[in-house]
């Protein structure tokens, strides 16, 4: 089975159990969306709302990326400007939502925090955000064998995890409501 086959069946699940919208973002192997792939990944989506993930920040050229989701009909696009962080990419982000005007919905993503929420959306111009509100909780383990690491020699701490935290998002909210 293809990974489209895969996506549509994921979509069509999703749909069936109540989902508000779809996220997706497909890019040809030269760095540009795959349109073909898209229009059909949104047929199988409607009448929900179309999303096109970060893959937006690996695309060749993105003012050409902008006009070919915008013709293809989504809603909204999630970026972090082709940086790492939203804060990073915020030259980028203002002009994809200058460029972008009210034909599609430029939602600033990656990196957002409490301490830059209100200049990334001062700063890009746009009215909506993504955010994780994660933060780093401990593990309840209390036996703990500093010398295994899961996985790859470099990794992320075995006994810490990260989560949504509910008063991060208020937060985050509250900056971004009054700004």
Avoid: W
Avoid at 48 to 62: G, K, P, S
Avoid at 105 to 132: F, K, Y
């Amino acid at each position: 089975m293809q990974i489209e086959e895969v996506m549509k069946e994921d979509i069509v699940a999703c749909k069936k159990n109540g989902a508000d919208g779809i996220v997706f973002g497909v890019l040809t192997r030269d760095g540009y969306v795959d349109e073909a792939c898209c229009q059909e990944l949104i047929d199988t989506s409607r009448p929900l709302a179309v999303t096109f993930h970060r893959a937006f920040d690996m695309t060749v050229d993105y003012k050409a990326a902008l006009e070919s989701l915008i013709k293809l009909g989504f809603e909204r696009v999630l970026t972090s400007g082709q940086e790492c962080s939203a804060l990073d990419g915020l030259p980028v982000l203002q002009e994809l939502v200058l460029l972008a005007g009210d034909r599609i919905i430029v939602v600033p993503a990656g990196g957002i925090t409490e301490r830059n929420v209100e200049r990334i959306l001062s700063g890009s111009g746009a009215s909506e955000l993504h955010c994780s509100a994660r933060v780093t909780k401990d593990s309840m383990m209390s036996h703990r064998n500093a010398k295994v690491r899961m996985g790859a020699t470099v990794s992320p701490p075995e006994y810490q995890y990260k989560v949504t935290d509910v008063g991060t998002l208020k937060n985050i909210k509250y900056i971004a409501n009054v700004t």
